[in-house]
């Protein structure tokens, strides 16, 4: 743990070695890590959550739910839709069984109880594939506070775009959350990378890997082709090779 100066210390040993894992404060002196696989990649045979505050935990959630590894970095600040002000610590975190299926977990902590770990009730599943095109989901959620929505992104093999949003406020009251996918057209020059998400509600991925390799920038001459513009529910992607600031608008809406 960093110590909030220039060290970080060791307290205690975990009880799985892990790659990756998913580290939430629930409480304004604990917090839980777990993952999935291991520091070589390999599936855990079982998913352990350590708090840093009394004992491990086994959430039968968990046997059968593991959360995802993701091929970005874990933002813990991107999944939180709590009120740290008020007490509040909800995350929301993918999740995905034995059979391929995708869904959100809430992890809600709290100063007087163990965290607990629940799936969001979903007015479809979270799609997989898309007219014969494998959609793949390289991030974890990025959550919305201010409209208390998530939003997941996803590429295909011909570079085009999706956005899962969930409207999750309902979920959180045992209703069902209602869910749009938005889709792009292909982009063929995109890399993709850590999505960003804007205080105006845009999504922006910057620079990323291709099917190439690494991105290598090629900056404009211009430097006014980099004027930021915004609107809502449009995929930004600013792409430095390219003459301008591409904008990607979601070519269709689907709505469950």
Known sequence: MFNGERQCVALAATAQQRSQPCVLQTAPDDAVIFGAVDTRGD???SVIVDRLQGGSLRPPLLQTWRPRHVHTQRRSSNSFIGNEASGVYDYLI????AQGEMAL???TGGTDSEPSFALLRLSAPIPRVFRGDSITYPSEVI???STQRAYLVGIDATRRFYIVEVGYAPALDGRTAPMTLHVSRPVPEAGYSQPTLTPSGDIIIAGGATKKGNFTPNLPSDPK???LCTSYFVL???LCGLKSLEIFSCEQQFHF
């Open 43 to 45: 599936p855990l045979d």
């Open 94 to 97: 993918t999740v995905e069984n």
């Open 105 to 107: 977990m809430r992890v």
């Open 143 to 145: 959550a919305d506070r």
């Open 225 to 227: 082709n980099f004027v």
């Open 236 to 238: 930004i992607l600013y």
